[in-house]
């Protein structure tokens, strides 16, 4: 199948890290949208909001003070998700496999605790992160380094999914620079599902998934790759594979690359994936500025997102890496950052996962070729400091 055809005719792409199918409509962008449009979040928002229950100095909805912090803060979750102080006698009863009401095998429940934090990027009310300094950024990725370290020590927690929810059409229910971090007993079904299929490719081809996956985008694959180069490619269908190998490609650093997967979904969807083959964040500390470029390439992805329409930029952002199980996941794991952003073709107009992609399958309609020649074509400079420059 020839590149120009993939720009114009339906088909399904194959993703290899979830083992499922994505439908492909290039053809639909010309479509006319009589749909909903959102609105657009251009008030002014000061550095400092005294009603707001993440700023310095505030009060939190438990009653409890926020200390008057510089750079990161973080804290417990006033309305957690999940909880690790479960009585004892539910965590039994749920987990005894005995239990009458467990007895059946179409009615299944399991106990499961953990624990919830909220991590401040910025004590500054009015910025995101695609306008923080790398330098800030770092703090960022420090603070959810070291609680991904301590989650080790908590004998019941197995898996930390560390996420960002930008922008209201997200969920963000507030404006302040700010993450959540859910530690959980159980390994959540994503991270599951891409666990499972890292270990399968491993078995079958003695290398890694994602490892084989960065060198065939960066084209870079030396001759003693070949084996591995052949077998991703057969995963995703080689041939569309070997015209435009470097075409979804939007940035790349010493150590991270990011890409618009093959296989995305959302219309701007991006991947980080670190080019060394390292399962966690704990693990930067073996790549040369390992923190220093992960910083340097969220706040290039972001302030491109934000210079696509020239609006703070929705999405969801995810980092997955090894649960914290005291296994060995040096096979099966392979760091990496997800950003899920829902604005299709304006500022005002998102996608929906709503019918066919609900009861069948995720479709899309630009290709993930197309999402990355735009992403590429934005300033690294964010678009409120260009107009600052140009009016100065």
């Known amino acids: 199948m020839m590149n120009v055809e993939l720009d114009n005719y339906p088909h399904r792409r194959f993703n290899p890290l979830t083992n499922s199918w994505v439908l492909c409509s290039p053809h639909r962008t010309k479509r006319p949208w ?24 505030n009060s939190r909805a438990n009653g409890n003070l926020n200390p008057n912090y510089s750079n990161t803060f973080v804290f417990d979750n006033d309305y957690a998700a999940l909880i690790s102080n479960q009585p004892k006698s539910f965590i039994d009863k ?15 429940v399991e106990s499961v605790r953990g624990e919830c934090k909220v991590i401040c990027f910025s004590p500054k009310h009015n910025i995101t992160i695609a306008e923080m300094t790398e330098e800030d950024i770092i703090h960022v990725i420090q603070t959810w380094t070291k609680i991904y370290q301590n989650s080790f020590s908590i004998p019941f927690i197995n898996y930390v999914q560390i996420f960002e929810n930008k922008g209201s059409i997200m969920g963000c229910s507030n404006p302040h620079p700010h993450c959540q971090v859910w530690s959980s007993e159980s390994i959540p079904e994503e991270p599951s599902k891409e666990l499972k299929s890292m270990t399968k490719y491993y078995e079958k081809n003695n290398s890694c998934l994602l490892c084989d996956y960065v060198k065939l985008e960066g084209n870079s694959l030396k001759s003693s790759d070949k084996s591995s180069q052949q077998s991703i490619q057969q995963s995703i269908q ?94 099966d794991s392979h760091l990496h950052l997800h950003f899920y952003p829902p604005l299709l073709r304006s500022p005002t107009i998102k996608k929906f996962l709503v019918g066919y992609e609900l009861f069948a399958e995720p479709q899309r309609d630009i290709t993930p070729e197309y999402a990355a020649s735009i992403l590429r074509k934005c300033s690294e400079i964010h678009y409120k400091n260009s107009i600052h420059i140009a009016q100065g």
């Open 238 to 331: 080689q041939s569309s594979q070997q015209s435009s190998q470097q075409s979804r490609i939007v940035y790349e650093n010493n150590s991270f690359i990011c890409v618009v997967p093959f296989w995305a979904i959302w219309p701007y969807e991006t991947m980080i994936i670190s080019k060394s083959h390292i399962t966690n964040l704990d693990e930067l500390e073996k790549v040369e500025n390992g923190q220093k470029d992960l910083s340097n390439i969220i706040r290039n992805i972001t302030c491109r997102y934000d210079n696509i329409f020239q609006c703070s930029f929705p999405y969801s952002m995810g980092i997955h890496q090894a649960p914290v199980d005291n296994m060995n996941h040096s096979h």
């Open 94 to 108: 749920n987990d005894n496999d005995d239990d009458e009401s467990n007895r059946s095998s179409l009615l299944k």
């Open 34 to 57: 009589q749909g909903q449009q959102e609105t657009l979040e251009d008030k002014l928002i000061p550095e400092h909001d005294s009603q707001c229950y993440l700023c310095p100095r």
